[in-house]
C-alpha cells in the first residue's frame, strides 16, 4: 500500500485477507473480531479512496491479457 499506483488493488487484497482473518478469529480461535475489523475499514476506505487508481490498474492488466490472447490465438 506504499505505491500510490498500485494502493488500491493492495487495499482491495489487504480486505479479503482481514476477512479471513476476522473469521478466523470468530470462528476458530473464539475470540473477539473487533480488532480485524477495524482494520478492515481502515482497508475499506482506503480502497474506496482509491478506486479510479484501481480501475485504472485493472483495465491496464485487462487489455493487456486480451492483446496476450489475442497473439496466442493466432496462427
Not at 49 to 66: F, H, I, M, N, P
Given at each position: 500500500?506504499?505505491?500510490?499506483?498500485?494502493?488500491?488493488?493492495?487495499?482491495?487484497?489487504?480486505?479479503?485477507?482481514?476477512?479471513?482473518?476476522?473469521?478466523?478469529?470468530?470462528?476458530?480461535?473464539?475470540?473477539?473480531p473487533l480488532h480485524p475489523l477495524?482494520?478492515?475499514?481502515?482497508?475499506?476506505?482506503?480502497?474506496?479512496?482509491?478506486?479510479?487508481?484501481?480501475?485504472?490498474?485493472?483495465?491496464?492488466?485487462?487489455?493487456?491479457?486480451?492483446r496476450a490472447w489475442k497473439t496466442?490465438?493466432?496462427?
Amino acid at each position: 500500500m506504499l505505491v500510490p499506483r498500485l494502493s488500491g488493488p493492495a487495499a482491495l487484497g489487504l480486505a479479503g485477507l482481514i476477512v479471513g482473518a476476522a473469521a478466523t478469529n470468530a470462528f476458530i480461535l473464539g475470540t473477539s473480531p473487533l480488532h480485524p475489523l477495524v482494520l478492515l475499514l481502515v482497508a475499506a476506505l482506503v480502497a474506496w479512496g482509491r478506486r479510479e487508481q484501481t480501475k485504472a490498474v485493472l483495465g491496464y492488466l485487462g487489455s493487456r491479457s486480451r492483446r496476450a490472447w489475442k497473439t496466442a490465438q493466432e496462427p
